[in-house]
């Protein structure tokens, strides 16, 4: 029996087939990877190939119509009343099979590469303007926080911007730029510690670092101490941020002779990459709730001192 009709559920790496004969009686229902569907589709006679449109149809339609097939795309929503049973990919598949062989099925035109590359831009175009609504929107929320409300629109931002920028008395407060005196600080991590930490809620740096999760979890029994990993506890993105920020500072040694920096290129020797950062990261949280509580900036100490 001569296949006449494949249906063809498509997906990223795993497709299912559906193949009838021209009495619609079943031949074959199997499951193909990516790289053996067009080398089974070779053997397989001059026939209608069904798919749903979906991520990847019109490509797959090109490439099996090159090999003598008649392909054909479909909308989801006309392929369902044709589904018996559950959903699942055999199913799809000779739902998709018993479709595409209907005379009034309506069917999707299959696009040229070419087509596909310009549709292409106009969404990227059509992404980058919902992401700037976006944006733009946030902005305004983000100051009617401070008292500060903008117009609807792009322009009305735009506008209005510079003039709250330029207001001496618009009551936004100054973002604080000691934090960023430390190695591995930046304005992404000084900017979330100012917002997160209250530096007089914590006894000392080593607490702060602990409420961060950068301290080593304690398994104390029988009076014997062993330190195993960081806990991880506390705020999760402030802890992120100070271990990128040591990733940074370890990335750009180089033959720096400070103190921080000759103790970082033995502590690697001596405990790992990883620790080692883990540790430098420690060490800033410390640093930052010293420069916070005594209003100082922070100073290289060289290795001489």
């Not at 090999?67 to 369902?80: N, S, Y």
């Not at 990227?124 to 009617?144: E, K, P, Y």
């Not at 014997?224 to 705020?235: A, E, H, Q, S």
Request: glycine share 8%.
């Amino acid at each position: 029996m001569n296949v006449t009709t494949i249906g063809i559920d498509l997906a990223k790496n795993s497709f299912s087939l559906h193949g009838v004969d021209t009495r619609g009686k079943t031949v074959f229902r199997k499951t193909l990877s990516r790289a053996k569907l067009l080398p089974f589709l070779v053997q397989q006679p001059p026939c209608l190939v069904g798919m749903k449109a979906c991520s990847g149809a019109h490509y797959w339609a090109r490439e099996i119509g090159k090999l003598g097939h008649e392909t054909r795309i479909m909308a989801p929503k006309f392929v369902i009343p044709y589904r018996k049973g559950g959903k699942n990919d055999n199913n799809d598949a000779a739902a998709i099979c018993e479709a595409v062989a209907r005379p009034d099925m309506r069917f999707v035109p299959v696009k040229s590469a070419e087509q596909q590359a310009v549709l292409a831009l106009h969404r990227v175009r059509q992404g980058l303007i919902q992401h700037r609504t976006a944006l733009i929107n946030q902005f305004r929320g983000l100051l009617s926080e401070f008292g500060l409300i903008i117009p609807k629109g792009r322009y009305q931002t735009h506008e209005h911007i510079p003039a709250i920028l330029e207001d001496a008395d618009n009551g936004l407060p100054d973002q604080a730029r000691r934090l960023m005196t430390i190695p591995g600080i930046g304005e992404q991590v000084a900017t979330a510690i100012v917002a997160s930490v209250e530096p007089t809620q914590f006894n000392n740096g080593r607490h702060l670092a602990a409420w961060i999760g950068l301290t080593p979890r304690q398994f104390t029994t029988g009076g014997v101490i062993r330190l195993g990993r960081i806990t991880k506890r506390g705020d999760k993105y402030l802890r992120m941020c100070l271990i990128h920020g040591a990733r940074a500072v370890v990335a750009n040694l180089r033959d720096k002779q400070d103190k921080t920096s000759c103790w970082i290129r033995e502590l690697i020797a001596r405990r790992g990459y990883k620790r080692a950062i883990v540790a430098l990261a420690a060490r800033n949280a410390r640093l930052i709730w010293t420069l916070m509580i005594k209003q100082e900036n922070y100073r290289a100490i060289p290795v001489s001192a």
